[in-house]
């Protein structure tokens, strides 16, 4: 593992010698230079699961396209790539997706969500569940890896078993199980709208789970990787990654989309809405990103393809293709930014039917695969967390 320091211990400026010790003293760190607010261009991790390759567009996920995998495999193929390294053989492949979907949420989860405000915020309820669940796993506090891995399978089914029953919980129905009979994409989507699914819809709802599984270092998954260097456990590092993903910044972007899709009713409300809000130096949620912030995001494209595709096969919703082109087209021209996932992949949970408040927590049901494999990256080469500031601050007072 490759580590930088901030000072050189050969600087013979650092050394002192005391009563025949060498001790190194740190000098103070050339602050300015090694300073990078919001960490934008720091490389704080070495990792094999994932890269974005902005030079050649491609996002490269243990040596796939990701963009070839949304299009060709399905999402427990994602899983076991992600977790074993290799895309799994037919056998790998079924074993992983039994344990995702015969999965059984612990009932006393499902109480605790019972009796949280059906106000609050899906995510907030998700996080509490995600914790809870550390209690009825009597494995939880290991920071084993191999023990993570075989667990993983089984945390992914019951994530998105929850997610998939948050909102008929906040109703008050009682909470449906998956079945095996379905994939883990089929059992999610059919859960969520409580309704007969087509192929088309069950399709375009695995490939958005797909183009969510890994992005290399987001805020969320920084946030897991530094809680799992203390040697904390999963759950732990888990519920740090939802906290992180609610906000509009990051996850919380797609059902903020949708609002103002949905405030902007059509294509010429949206040129008006959006004009209003740059002239008042709001953002627009669904554009720009820290890393491709000129570019577009590769899996905004391929999530406009799903959503035209989702349009053609249900003969409804070509609005919402429209209005979308036209927001596109008024961002790149006034602003120069373009579209990212969360755009397009908010009117497609919409034309699912699916509730608003659940999709930010679809895109953490989704992730937990990514999550959960840079967890089991960082307990398998751990390096504890622990940057630097630079002091800004009074100094020097007497008391
Ligand atoms: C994702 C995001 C936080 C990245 O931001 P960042 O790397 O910190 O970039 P900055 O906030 O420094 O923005 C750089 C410039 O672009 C502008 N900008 C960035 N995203 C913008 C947006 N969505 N709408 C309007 N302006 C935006 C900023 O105002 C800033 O302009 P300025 O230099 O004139 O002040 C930002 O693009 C954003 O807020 N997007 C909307 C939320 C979203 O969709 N999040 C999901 C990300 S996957």
Same mark, same amino acid.
Request: proline content about 6%.
């Given at each position: 593992?490759?580590?930088?320091?901030?000072?050189?211990?050969?600087?013979?400026?650092?050394?002192?010698?005391?009563?025949?010790?060498?001790?190194? &003293?740190? +000098?103070?760190? =050339?602050?300015?230079?090694?300073?990078?607010?919001?960490? *934008?261009?720091?490389?704080?991790?070495?990792?094999?699961?994932?890269?974005?390759?902005? *030079?050649?567009?491609?996002?490269?996920?243990?040596?796939? $396209?990701?963009?070839?995998?949304?299009?060709?495999?399905?999402?427990?193929?994602?899983?076991?790539?992600?977790?074993?390294?290799? &895309?799994? %053989?037919?056998?790998?492949?079924?074993?992983?997706?039994?344990?995702?979907?015969?999965?059984?949420?612990?009932?006393?989860?499902? *109480?605790?969500?019972?009796?949280?405000?059906?106000?609050?915020?899906?995510?907030?309820?998700?996080?509490?569940?995600?914790?809870?669940?550390?209690?009825? $796993?009597?494995?939880? @506090?290991?920071?084993?890896?191999?023990?993570?891995? =075989?667990?993983?399978?089984?945390?992914?089914?019951?994530?998105?078993?929850?997610?998939?029953?948050?909102?008929?919980?906040?109703?008050?129905?009682?909470?449906?199980?998956?079945?095996?009979?379905?994939?883990?994409?089929?059992?999610?989507?059919?859960?969520?709208?409580?309704?007969?699914?087509?192929?088309?819809?069950?399709?375009?709802?695995?490939?958005?789970?797909?183009?969510?599984? *890994?992005?290399?270092?987001? @805020?969320?998954?920084?946030?897991? +990787?530094?809680? %799992?260097?203390?040697?904390?456990?999963?759950?732990?590092?888990?519920?740090?990654?939802?906290?992180?993903?609610?906000?509009?910044?990051?996850?919380?972007? @797609?059902?903020?989309?949708?609002?103002?899709?949905?405030?902007?009713?059509?294509?010429?409300?949206?040129?008006?809405?959006?004009?209003?809000?740059?002239?008042?130096?709001?953002?627009?949620?669904?554009?720009?990103?820290?890393?491709?912030?000129? +570019?577009?995001?590769?899996?905004?494209?391929?999530?406009?393809?799903?959503?035209?595709?989702?349009?053609?096969?249900?003969?409804?919703?070509?609005?919402?293709?429209?209005?979308?082109?036209?927001?596109? $087209?008024?961002?790149?021209?006034?602003?120069?930014?373009?579209? =990212?996932?969360?755009?397009?992949?908010?009117?497609?949970?919409?034309?699912?039917?699916?509730?608003?408040?659940?999709?930010?927590?679809?895109?953490?049901?989704?992730?937990?695969?990514?999550?959960?494999?840079?967890?089991?990256?960082?307990?398998?080469?751990?390096?504890?967390?622990?940057?630097?500031?630079?002091?800004?601050?009074?100094?020097?007072?007497?008391?």
């Amino acid at each position: 593992m490759k580590r930088f320091l901030p000072f050189s211990a050969s600087d013979e400026s650092h050394l002192f010698l005391t009563s025949g010790l060498a001790l190194y &003293l740190p +000098r103070p760190m =050339n602050e300015t230079k090694s300073y990078s607010p919001g960490l *934008e261009g720091v490389i704080a991790a070495e990792t094999s699961l994932s890269f974005l390759d902005t *030079e050649q567009e491609e996002i490269v996920i243990r040596g796939y $396209d990701l963009l070839a995998l949304i299009r060709q495999k399905g999402y427990s193929d994602v899983v076991g790539l992600l977790l074993d390294g290799e &895309l799994p %053989a037919p056998q790998r492949r079924a074993e992983i997706e039994t344990e995702m979907t015969k999965a059984e949420v612990p009932p006393r989860v499902y *109480e605790i969500l019972k009796l949280l405000p059906s106000q609050m915020h899906a995510m907030d309820r998700l996080r509490t569940a995600v914790s809870a669940l550390a209690g009825f $796993d009597p494995e939880a @506090n290991s920071a084993d890896p191999a023990s993570e891995k =075989n667990r993983a399978p089984r945390v992914i089914g019951q994530i998105a078993q929850i997610v998939a029953n948050l909102h008929h919980i906040a109703q008050g129905s009682s909470p449906e199980r998956f079945s095996p009979e379905y994939s883990l994409a089929e059992n999610f989507l059919r859960v969520l709208v409580r309704r007969p699914v087509s192929a088309a819809e069950v399709r375009a709802f695995e490939q958005s789970l797909i183009a969510y599984s *890994e992005h290399e270092l987001p @805020n969320s998954t920084f946030a897991a +990787r530094v809680v %799992a260097s203390t040697l904390s456990d999963m759950y732990g590092a888990l519920t740090a990654a939802v906290a992180s993903l609610k906000g509009p910044l990051h996850g919380g972007a @797609n059902e903020a989309v949708m609002y103002m899709l949905l405030e902007a009713k059509n294509s010429q409300g949206l040129e008006a809405l959006i004009r209003q809000k740059l002239a008042k130096k709001e953002r627009i949620m669904g554009f720009g990103h820290r890393v491709y912030m000129r +570019r577009m995001d590769p899996r905004a494209q391929l999530l406009k393809e799903v959503l035209q595709n989702l349009v053609q096969a249900a003969g409804r919703g070509q609005e919402y293709v429209e209005m979308c082109q036209v927001g596109e $087209d008024i961002m790149r021209t006034e602003k120069g930014l373009y579209p =990212n996932l969360d755009y397009y992949a908010a009117p497609v949970y919409y034309l699912l039917g699916i509730p608003i408040e659940l999709y930010t927590p679809i895109f953490f049901a989704a992730r937990t695969v990514g999550l959960l494999a840079h967890i089991i990256e960082q307990h398998s080469e751990n390096r504890l967390y622990r940057p630097r500031v630079l002091y800004k601050g009074p100094r020097g007072k007497k008391i």
